[in-house]
């Protein structure tokens, strides 16, 4: 908006009423007035600044932004500048764009499988970042891992040393970026009983289903043994060179209204989440001391359905977080409660349906949208970036 300059205005009036005042008086005056333009200007400042610093746009970009305030040097009675102490205002610092490409756990097989994935990375999106599952939802794990429990039970399904794929995507030109999942694990309980959800009453492993129809047991944060697991596993590949890791499955299972009376309130009661963010505060710590970085992922449709014990951004120490729309999963509709959500357009339109549904949930955190989904095209995911980045949010995750 542009001011018009008028002129001066004069104003005259009929007689003259101001009285001069002696010099004491106007000595205190001018103390007066001075001590008040300060009181104004601390009280000012003192509330602009941690307004300024609390203000944050959904997928801010690397560039830091800068407040600068032009004014007047002082001077004394005789027009010398005064020399005056200058403060040191924060600068906020926005974080880094995080443009990646995830791969498959078939593509990590080994070195030469992962250069021949690569390939096909979209050449002009500016991807920096590739993505390798290394511990999947179910337990499984696709790496050379030397930790007991996952020798011990049989989850590694691959034996690529973690060295090798840092180094097939190092040469390449892409930063490694490991994702790991938590707390979705059946097979490990199976063999350990402690980590696994245990009922009140005689001890007896809980599942989520019949026997008959599929039912298996599930990994709880409320285990000192699954914690320390997951802990270990972050340790062991942060510890290899990867640039980031992204942390996924901090959930619980979908509790019955009759489970409460086997497993207690501890399970199902409000203030659950606190196993969940200090299971995830551990691991940032761990995966931090080693000099890498850790992200949080967090299933869209498991926001849709409720599923938000994690995002505590006043707890946690993790600040970005990825939100996965898996399009497979969606492609089935979302059932929640009495409503069911379907998604039954191109894959343009159901990221952009999905974002108007859970995009709020993660407004406390800095974002990227992660577009995944086995039965999509390379152009698939370019339709459904667009609509990403129309939504301002300038990290993102294809594959």
């Known amino acids: 908006m542009k001011f018009k300059n008028k002129g001066r205005k004069i104003y005259k009036t009929k007689e003259k009423n101001y009285y001069g005042k002696s010099p004491v008086g106007k000595a205190f005056s001018i103390g007066l007035t001075v001590l008040l333009i300060g009181g104004i200007g601390f009280i000012g400042y003192s509330v602009a600044e941690p307004l300024l610093n609390y203000s944050k746009k959904k997928g801010d970009n690397s560039a830091s932004s800068e407040v600068v305030s032009a004014e007047t ?12 102490e200058t403060a040191s205002v924060p600068v906020p610092v926005n974080t880094e764009n995080y ?3 995830a791969l498959s756990p078939l593509e990590i097989s080994d070195a030469q499988s992962i250069k021949s994935a690569l390939k096909r990375v979209p050449s ?32 590694i399904q691959a034996y690529t040393k973690l060295s090798d794929i840092v180094s097939a995507i190092s040469s390449e030109g892409y930063k490694p970026v490991a994702t790991v999942s938590t707390f979705n694990d059946n097979v490990l309980p199976n063999y350990f009983r402690d980590m696994s959800y245990l009922t009140v009453d005689d001890g007896s492993q809980w599942i989520d289903n019949d026997i008959d129809a599929g039912g ?7 285990s000192e043994s699954a914690v320390s697991y997951n802990s270990d596993i972050v340790e062991e590949i942060s510890q290899a060179g990867f640039s980031k890791i992204v942390c996924y499955d901090f959930i619980f299972p979908d509790f019955r209204a009759s489970d409460m009376e086997y497993l207690g309130e501890k399970v199902t009661g409000a203030d659950r989440y606190m196993a969940l963010t200090s299971a995830a ?28 014990d994690i995002l505590q951004p006043m707890l946690l120490k993790v ?17 929640t409660g009495d409503t069911v959500y379907e998604f039954t357009g191109t894959a343009a339109e159901n990221v952009k349906k ?20 086995s039965t999509l095209s390379t152009q ?20």
């Open 99 to 101: 443009k990646a490409y």
């Open 380 to 399: 698939d995911l370019l339709d459904a970036k667009k609509v990403i980045e129309e939504y301002g949010y300038d990290s993102f995750v294809l594959g």
């Open 73 to 84: 040097d002082p001077t004394d009675e005789n027009g010398n500048p005064i020399e005056k």
């Open 216 to 222: 298996k047991p599930w990994m709880t944060p409320f």
């Open 319 to 335: 600040n970005t977080v990825i939100l996965n729309i898996d399009l497979d999963v969606i492609s089935y509709g979302v059932y």
């Open 354 to 373: 999905m974002l108007d549904l859970v995009s709020s949930d993660v407004d406390d955190f800095n974002v990227a949208v992660r577009v995944s989904g």
């Open 281 to 308: 505060n551990l691991m940032y710590d761990k995966i931090l001391n080693n000099g890498s970085n850790m992200l949080l992922e967090v299933n869209a449709s498991d926001l849709l359905k409720g599923k938000k």
């Open 124 to 155: 002009d999106e500016k991807i920096e970042y590739i993505e390798v599952p290394l511990k999947v939802s179910g337990g499984e794990i696709y790496y050379a891992s030397n930790n007991y429990y996952a020798t011990s039970s049989g989850v």
